[in-house]
């Protein structure tokens, strides 16, 4: 395959098939290196050598219903945690206020659970609210399944972009989650955008899954519109059902970046939770394909701290973006 044809036919707008993504996935190690460069020349056009730096909240942690087999949250998880219910609205804006300090376009608030209460949209839009009257940060939410009355409040609030993972294929969603369907993620999603908001939805790779569904999935994506695409690597969490799980390669791990990137090219991709563990050394050349990263951590695990970020980011020559990049 000639990887900067397909990247140049791309950039033309006429979209990668299920087969010539396929095929990128099945490319040898030999020749990943090209392929970084044919995902960059997307990634170029688009978005210059920006990176976007995200800071994500956890805003409810634990206790939650649903059987997410990768989740250290999950009914089915023994992993010792931090526990604690959606925390304080002042809370909330103290969190936004250290994102802002650290440099991040986007601050992202997750709670989990299947999906909010009524009180805890109350809390979450109040606490909207106030950072969008301080703050020039844009704001994601993240708090399960919505309906249209919640989610028609959070845009109202303020917020800019909602998160709904898909994680992977349709087919291969069943084996990862008994208690919610692939449907009802995909509906949720639609009714994000349906009411105005941005739709943040991604993959978590590594669970066992073939690249048939890593495809499958970033196509669905694409059906989607999904803005932006948050890229998780399946970094096996003691006392879940995955724990010994075998790690990703990292090289696998980089085809499937570049991937996504010629099926989506208009989105926001980021390189997100387990990047530090699987890609290790290499982090820096997954934002050839990429344009944006989760910074100072993710929910339940640490990250390699926003010092190591900004030196990954600046050691290719990249620099970190404003949101009007």
Do not use: W
């Amino acid at each position: 395959m000639d990887h900067r044809r397909l990247a140049d036919q791309v950039l033309r707008g006429t979209p990668v098939s299920r087969e010539e993504a396929l095929a990128l996935l099945s490319e040898d190690d030999d020749r990943l290196l090209e392929l970084l460069d044919a995902a960059f020349a997307i990634r170029r056009a688009r978005f210059g050598r920006g990176v976007l730096l995200h800071v994500l909240h956890n805003a409810k942690s634990g206790s939650c219903t649903e059987t997410c087999a990768y989740c250290s949250q999950s009914a089915l998880s023994t992993t010792p945690i931090p526990r604690h219910p959606l925390q304080p609205v002042e809370t909330l804006l103290a969190g936004a206020r250290r994102a802002h300090q650290a440099g991040a376009a986007r601050y992202c608030l997750v709670a989990s659970g299947r999906g909010p209460s009524a009180e805890e949209t109350e809390r979450i839009v109040a606490a909207v609210r106030r950072i969008k009257a301080e703050l020039p940060l844009s704001v994601c939410v993240s708090l399960g399944a919505l309906d249209e009355q919640s989610a028609a409040a959070l845009r109202a609030a303020g917020v800019d972009r909602y998160n709904h993972n898909l994680e992977t294929s349709a087919r291969y969603f069943p084996s990862i989650c008994s208690t919610h369907s692939y449907a009802d993620r995909i509906a949720t999603a639609r009714l994000v955008k349906a009411v105005g908001l941005e739709l943040c939805s991604g993959a978590l790779l590594g669970l066992g899954e073939r690249p048939e569904d890593r495809v499958d999935l970033a196509l669905a994506l694409r059906e989607l519109a999904a803005d932006s695409i948050p890229v998780n690597f399946l970094d096996p969490r003691p006392g879940t059902p995955l724990a010994g799980a075998t790690p990703l390669r990292p090289t696998d791990a980089l085809r499937a970046l570049a991937m996504f990137r010629f099926v989506n090219p208009a989105a926001e991709i980021r390189i997100a939770g387990g990047r530090e563990r699987i890609l290790g050394p290499l982090q820096a050349l997954a934002l050839y394909p990429a344009n944006s990263l989760f910074t100072e951590g993710y929910l339940t695990t640490p990250g390699q701290g926003l010092r190591a970020d900004l030196a990954l980011i600046e050691a290719l020559g990249f620099h970190v973006a404003g949101l009007a990049e």
